[in-house]
């Protein structure tokens, strides 16, 4: 069956970055593309952007493009999310989401505070 | 960018009764390959937002025929025939057409 296993939670200082994993398995891992969402305490959902697992193309959300960096490693089928320069409003649960839009990671909780 | 509103913004329904969630978008969702990008979530507390309907219509594997989809272009509709206890939690439309929007969730609960 399809996994979408996601890295622990994490405490940053503003400023600072941090990349979150996304494991797959239980499907070829080149097929789908992987969007990341996420959501702050209390929130709606907002989508950050996408990367084909086919060959890397990037999609970002505007607001956050120059801070935000998604790459994959397909030998490990992993998908990583890097967000940089962090704010306290960037304090979420990030989510990795398969493109054909049935299948999210259990979510990464990513603090951020001084 | 396509903003997704949905109305109302929560919902308080007594068990077996239908309830209702509307999500209007910005701009058509309707591709020229035929399909119309739209899609619903439940948002669980403390879960991962799971797909119930894509499409507009389509329900997903494993849920059950009490929540049906409808609409076209820019109007669509989330019913639930009868409300169980277990379908509490935060309702989502997203559009996938044009990169991915959320609605702003409608909140279930139960009286």
């Known amino acids: 069956q399809v996994q979408l296993v996601q890295s622990g939670a994490e405490v940053k200082k503003p400023g600072a970055s941090v990349k979150v994993s996304c494991k797959a398995s239980?499907?070829?891992?080149?097929?789908?593309?992987i969007s990341w969402v996420r959501q702050a305490p209390g929130q709606g959902l907002e989508w950050m952007g996408w990367?084909?697992?086919?060959?890397?193309?990037?999609n970002y959300a505007q607001k956050l493009q120059g801070r935000v960096t998604m790459t994959t490693d397909t030998s490990t089928s992993t998908a990583y999310m890097e967000l940089r320069s962090l704010r306290s409003d960037d304090t979420a649960v990030y989510y990795c989401?398969?493109?054909?839009?049935?299948?999210w990671g259990q979510g990464t909780l990513v603090t951020v505070s001084s | 960018d396509i903003v997704m509103t949905q109305t109302p913004l929560s919902l308080s329904v007594t068990p077996g009764q239908p309830a209702s969630i509307s999500c209007k978008s910005s701009?058509?969702?309707?591709?020229?390959?035929?399909?119309?990008?739209l899609y619903w979530y439940l948002q669980k507390p403390g879960q991962s937002p799971q797909l119930l309907i894509y499409?507009?219509?389509s329900r997903f594997s494993g849920v059950p025929d009490r929540f049906s989809g409808s609409g076209s272009g820019t109007d669509f509709t989330l019913k639930i025939s009868r409300v169980e206890a277990e379908d509490v939690g935060v309702y989502y439309c997203?559009?996938?057409?044009?990169?991915?929007?959320f609605g702003q969730g409608t909140k279930v609960e139960i009286k």
């Open positions: 990367i084909s697992t086919y060959n890397g193309n990037t």
């Open positions: 989401v398969l493109e054909s839009y049935d299948y």
């Open positions: 239980g499907y070829t891992f080149t097929s789908y593309g």
């Open positions: 997203m559009q996938g057409i044009h990169l991915w929007t």
């Open positions: 499409e507009v219509s």
């Open positions: 701009q058509s969702l309707l591709h020229s390959d035929g399909k119309t990008y």
